[in-house]
């Protein structure tokens, strides 16, 4: 999905049911641009729209 122009942002099922602010306030920060790499944590993943030139 990156490699097509998609970012992935993934949380934990349980983490949206418990923490639902805490998602939610984790998606406003995809959307407004503020997750711009990388993030691999244990409660969520976030892997940005790989460019032409990442692998």
Do not use: C, Q, Y
Not at 25 to 37: E, F, K, P, Q
């Amino acid at each position: 999905m990156n490699r097509n122009g998609w970012s992935v942002l993934r949380v934990w099922h349980s983490d949206v049911l418990t923490v639902h602010k805490s998602v939610l306030d984790t998606i406003v920060a995809a959307l407004d641009g503020r997750l711009d790499r990388k993030m691999i944590g244990i409660d969520a993943k976030f892997l940005p729209a790989s460019t032409s030139g990442e692998k």
